[in-house]
Every structure is written in structure tokens, then in C-alpha cells.
């Protein structure tokens, strides 16, 4: 399996039926909304519906979803009931990544920096690819050396004016809950996180990344101090100025 990635269509390809993956990526911004967590019981009847479903409801789903999108993402029905369509993941990563091929000087070759949060990536995906495969696509995209555990798809989806988020199991297929809930992002939308365990895993990294994580601390270690030191500098100006104005000693 190889990547091949560019910066020009506005979108990536994630295949099930071929050897090539091909990635193109579109990223945007928005304002993350408040969440709050729920269980799996939407993801368990989705499970359900999608094993009852005949080839005519896919087939009506699908124009349905086709005729509501308001952008060129439509879905294409194939003869043997599959179909591919597209979806949109926010990153919401809070840890450095671990990069392939890093700036020289890196470690092995291996470069760690955070990537922006909230940016949108769309992918071209196939019903039969699963979470787990959507997720190694976008790190594939990065290049990301990282280990593809280390990180979890969530589904995020309104109900009753709230916002809910629900972790997908790795088997679950993105593309069937995108045609459920339809094209807007409003209702469902999909978000890749870092695993929630409650505490960080260091045994999950390897060296290079642990060297990284320091690198990183001590760099933020260095600016909360230079940080610090120009805020009291700047008080003890302002002091200054404010005795000299007074007449006192300064």
C-alpha cells in the first residue's frame, strides 16, 4: 500500500478496492462548540440498521443525501450495493505529533510539532472503509510515525439544542453514518482525538518521541519564563515612572 499525496483538488481518495490511496487536502476553520459525552447505544443501532438495510432503501438514501447536499460532495451508488462518498474530520489533537522525515537535526529523521487545531480535512471513502482505516489515512496524510492507537475517531451530533460527542469503535464505517444523518455537518460531524484514558500512556511512546516531548516542555518552560520576566519588568517600569513623576527617589 503506498500514499500519494497533493495540495491541489480540495480532497483525499481513501479506496478499499486499490493498492494506491491518493490524498489531496482542503482545510478551514471553525469554532469548536461546548460538548458533552454520551455512550455507544446510536453507534449499536446504526450497527442494526445498516445490516437491514436493502439495496433500494440504500438507493433511495442515497439520492436523498445527493438531492439535500448543498456542495459537489455527492455519493455514487455502485451495482453491487456499495457507495462511495465523502466526509469531513476535524483535527482536534492536543499533543505533538511525531512527523517521518523531519527537518535536519531531527531525531532519526523524525520531527515533532503540533498541528492546528479545529483544521477540516475531506476524504473520498468507500462504505466498506472502516474508523480504523479512516484514521490511518489521516495520518498518512501528515506523514505521522506515531502509532494509529494512539488516536480515536469521535462522531460529534446535536440533539434537543446540545451537542454530544461519541467515540466510534474501529470497525464502525463513517461513510453509513454520514448517509444516515445526511450532508449537514450541523447534525453529524466527525472529529479525530487523541485516545481518552484517562492518563497518558508514556510506555505507548518510543524514545524519539519522549525526547520530543521534552524538547517541547523545556520550550515552554523558557517562554513562561521570558513571559513572566517582561510583565514584571514592565511593572517595574510603570513604578519607576510613577515615583519620578512624584518627586521621589527612582
Avoid at 42 to 69: A, P
Avoid at 73 to 95: A, C, E, P, S
Avoid at 146 to 165: G, H, M
Wanted: proline letters at 4%.
Amino acid at each position: 500500500m503506498s500514499w500519494t499525496s497533493t495540495m491541489s483538488s480540495g480532497y483525499s481518495s481513501l479506496e478499499e478496492d486499490s493498492e494506491e490511496y491518493f490524498f489531496t487536502a482542503r482545510t478551514s476553520l471553525f469554532k469548536k462548540p461546548s460538548v458533552k459525552p454520551t455512550n455507544l447505544k446510536d453507534v449499536e443501532k446504526e450497527k442494526e440498521l445498516r445490516t437491514h438495510l436493502t439495496y433500494e432503501e440504500i438507493r433511495h438514501k442515497v439520492e436523498q443525501y445527493n438531492t439535500e447536499s448543498r456542495d459537489h460532495f455527492k455519493m455514487t451508488l455502485n451495482t453491487n450495493g456499495t457507495y462511495t462518498g465523502f466526509i469531513k474530520v476535524q483535527l482536534d489533537l492536543r499533543r505533538p505529533i511525531t512527523v517521518k522525515g523531519g527537518r535536519p537535526g531531527g531525531v532519526k529523521g523524525q520531527e515533532a510539532f503540533y498541528l492546528p487545531r479545529g483544521s477540516i480535512n475531506t476524504l473520498h471513502i468507500s462504505s466498506t472503509n472502516t474508523v480504523r482505516q479512516v484514521i490511518e489515512a489521516l495520518l498518512r496524510k501528515f506523514t505521522v510515525a506515531d502509532n494509529p492507537a494512539k488516536f480515536a475517531l469521535f462522531k460529534r451530533f446535536s440533539r434537543e439544542d446540545q451537542v454530544y460527542t461519541c467515540k466510534l469503535s474501529e470497525e464502525e464505517h463513517p461513510l453509513f453514518l454520514r448517509l444516515v444523518a445526511g450532508p449537514s455537518t450541523d447534525v453529524v460531524s466527525f472529529v479525530l482525538k487523541e485516545q481518552q484514558t484517562g492518563e497518558v500512556l508514556w510506555d505507548a511512546f518510543s524514545i524519539p518521541e519522549l525526547q520530543n516531548f521534552l524538547r517541547f516542555l523545556d520550550k515552554e518552560e523558557q517562554d513562561q519564563i521570558c513571559s513572566i520576566t517582561r510583565r514584571y519588568s514592565a511593572y517595574r517600569e510603570k513604578l519607576e515612572e510613577a515615583m519620578r513623576a512624584t518627586g521621589g527617589p527612582g
